[in-house]
T-cell receptor, first 116, second 111 residues
Framework: AQSVAQPEDQVNVAEGNPLTVKCTYS??????LFWYVQYPNRGLQFLLK??????LVKGSYGFEAEFNKSQTSFHLKKPSALVSDSALYFC??????????????FGSGTQLTVLP | GAGVSQSPSNKVTEKGKDVELRCDPI?????LYWYRQSLGQGLEFLIY????????KSGLPSDRFSAERTGGSVSTLTIQRTQQEDSAVYLC?????????FGPGTRLTVL
């Protein structure tokens, strides 16, 4: 069975400082990895994904994530946080194996608060 | 272009009533997913449609839940005899294939 762990329910960071939202996963093979963001009373918005190639993936709004196979991690990062980045962030995985389920398995979410 | 749309945005119903939730996927997307987001359970997969193949219903929590996708486009999630534990935000996503794009969700409250 596959699983995703987001060990921090809440991350607080000052505006202008770098931010990291952590994600580790457990799934057979090399999965597809995703980050989504959810603003209050809104659906999930796609940020970025890792498929193959460069371990550093760049996405929307200046976010990036680093795939680390040995640590089975896919941490979300941004060099300089904005107050408007405050939201709920979800990490998700999908197996790469042919014939496997295509639905996403999500982490429990991390609430990011950027303080002015 | 237009994203995934869902209706209604909010639904309040009484315990025991049936409800229907609608999803309009992005035009041309062959895959459609339903998920449920609740405080206690996080984001859970419910059901998946891919083209004309039989749907993957492995995530449906009980036989009170069903879904259909007509003409390979619009989908309806039906919950019969609603219970209070069905209260959640129901999210629809579509893809073609690859990245799943989500709608704004339907917030269901069962009184």
């Amino acid at each position: 069975a596959q699983s995703v762990a987001q060990p921090e329910d809440q991350v607080n960071v000052a505006e202008g400082n770098p931010l990291t939202v952590k994600c580790t996963y457990s799934v057979s093979g090399n999965p597809y990895l995703f980050w989504y963001v959810q603003y209050p009373n809104r659906g999930l918005q796609f940020l970025l994904k890792y498929i193959t190639g460069d371990n550093l993936v760049k996405g929307s709004y200046g976010f990036e994530a680093e795939f680390n196979k040995s640590q089975t991690s896919f941490h979300l990062k941004k060099p300089s946080a904005l107050v408007s980045d405050s939201a709920l962030y979800f990490c998700a995985v999908r197996p790469r194996i042919s014939g496997s389920a295509r639905q996403l398995t999500f982490g429990s979410g991390t609430q990011l608060t950027v303080l002015p | 272009g237009a994203g995934v749309s869902q209706s209604p945005s909010n639904k309040v119903t009484e315990k025991g009533k049936d409800v229907e939730l609608r999803c309009d996927p992005i035009s041309g997307h062959t895959a459609l997913y339903w998920y449920r987001q609740s405080l206690g359970q996080g984001l859970e997969f419910l059901i998946y449609f891919q083209g004309n193949s039989a749907p993957d219903k492995s995530g449906l929590p009980s036989d009170r839940f069903s879904a259909e996708r007509t003409g390979g486009s619009v989908s309806t999630l039906t919950i019969q005899r609603t219970q209070q534990e069905d209260s959640a935000v129901y999210l629809c996503a579509s893809s073609s294939p690859g990245t799943q794009y989500f709608g704004p969700g339907t917030r269901l409250t069962v009184l």
